[in-house]
């Protein structure tokens, strides 16, 4: 496999082996009331933290729910979403995948908002789910799918996760420069230790004695 890229970015060149970082605001621009978008999650990669901070950017972060499907979780994601529909706030239903057997309500949900005559336009719906045979093949033709995997190599993982940061001064714009020079730098070191201890999960028991995904939660936490 790393031969077969080495290949393709000397022959064609490295911006075919890369993958340009997600960013939300992107992706919220082909958006619409009838069009859900749905991650395609994968193991080390979530979308969650990413959500979190465009909300913010977008001052919708107290206008937004987000529920965590499993058992029994069924009718608080359509109690959610019937509100959202009207009052124009963002859903984000987690992990559809567990939901096996609340997936044909959540198409047939989907699949009424045409006819909804009081659907807000500013109403978005955003679903994650691991790639699993019985999601419903009638949610992934009318929305927009992303998948969400974990960057190969240091340098990708750092641009993506640096390009992902709403902004290196976010929130700090009233502090003393003297405190966020050391602020930037050290968040620049953690995001390179972060994409370290990532690099370091493909060699297995080498690297750790237990096995742990690392994921962006935990540098989102500690940033």
Not at 95 to 115: M, R
Request: glycine share 6%; with cysteine.
């Amino acid at each position: 496999i790393f031969a077969a890229r080495d290949y393709v970015a000397l022959n064609m060149g490295p911006e075919f082996v890369e993958s340009p970082p997600v960013l939300m605001k992107d992706i919220y621009a082909d958006t619409d009331p009838l069009t859900p978008v749905v991650f395609i999650l994968s193991t080390g990669a979530d979308p969650t933290d990413m959500f979190y901070t465009f909300c913010k950017s977008m001052k919708m972060d107290k206008k937004m729910q987000v529920v965590a499907l499993g058992q029994g979780q069924g009718p608080r994601a359509e109690a959610a979403m019937e509100a959202a529909q009207e009052a124009g706030t963002w859903v984000m239903l987690q992990n559809c995948h567990l939901g096996k057997s609340w997936l044909p309500n959540l198409e047939s949900i989907i699949d009424g908002f045409k006819d909804n005559a009081n659907l807000h336009p500013d109403f978005r719906l955003f679903v994650t789910s691991m790639p699993v045979s019985y999601f419903p093949v009638p949610i992934l033709q009318i929305s927009i799918k992303l998948t969400t995997e974990p960057p190969l190599g240091i340098r990708q993982n750092m641009s993506s996760t640096l390009a992902a940061l709403d902004d290196w001064a976010g929130g700090f714009e009233d502090v003393d420069e003297r405190v966020m020079y050391p602020w930037k730098k050290l968040s620049f070191v953690l995001t390179f230790f972060h994409a370290k201890m990532q690099e370091r999960r493909k060699f297995g028991a080498l690297g750790f004695n237990i096995a742990y995904e690392f994921n962006n939660t935990e540098l989102d936490a500690s940033i």
